[in-house]
């Protein structure tokens, strides 16, 4: 009975290990659109909801799909203000 626990329990630290590594990989891949993103924030280009929504993109692992909708909400403040 021991054993068994005690094996469930290094499969829970290895899983643990393996989700820390994953999200660290993510976020790696998504520093630069999330850095831009705060940038963007913070001088008014674009509202907190589109902040939001682009930031849980890019750390799902759209990194691209990000990229683009951020473009697409500058672009389109952009043509409002012309």
Do not use: H, P
Not at 54 to 59: C, F
Request: glycine share 6%.
């Amino acid at each position: 009975m021991t054993e068994n626990l005690k094996r469930r329990a290094e499969e829970m630290e290895k899983r643990q290990e393996m989700d820390a590594r994953e999200d660290a990989s993510r976020y790696l891949k998504a520093r630069l659109i999330l850095s831009d993103l705060r940038e963007k924030l913070r001088f008014g280009k674009i509202t907190w909801q589109q902040y939001s929504t682009l930031r849980g993109q890019a750390l799902a692992g759209d990194v691209d799909g990000a990229v683009k909708g951020l473009a697409r909400v500058l672009r389109k403040r952009w043509e409002e203000e012309a």
